[in-house]
């Protein structure tokens, strides 16, 4: 993750592919997210996502478990010609009741 954080271009090109794990935030993507999405996406004619495959994950406290938050993402795959999955999609909704404080999954 550090080196995502330290130079997100050369961690994306290195990747075959891509799994964002989606947290929800305000019915959109987190800035952070979006940021390094938009870094990793530059010089425009040297995009270390296009044409990489994407699937999108995500959880939520709310009922919709990250569903806004993927849309959205998903939008922005468009623009930079990602090719993410579109089945199955993957939300877990009410996530704060499903694990303990260890991170156990709850069934």
Not at 10 to 24: D, F, L, Q, R
Request: with cysteine; aromatic share 8%.
């Amino acid at each position: 993750m550090l080196g995502m954080m330290l130079n997100p271009a050369a961690e994306m090109t290195a990747c075959g592919s891509k799994i964002p794990v989606n947290p929800k935030y305000e019915y959109s993507i987190p800035g952070v997210l979006k940021n390094a999405i938009d870094w990793a996406s530059r010089p425009y004619d040297d995009s270390a996502w296009t044409g990489k495959p994407a699937a999108i994950m995500g959880a939520s406290v709310g009922a919709l478990g990250s569903a806004r938050a993927q849309y959205h993402l998903r939008q922005v795959f468009i623009f930079l010609n990602i090719h993410d999955m579109k089945q199955p999609e993957m939300m877990l909704p009410l996530a704060s009741q499903k694990f303990d404080a260890q991170g156990n999954h709850h069934r």
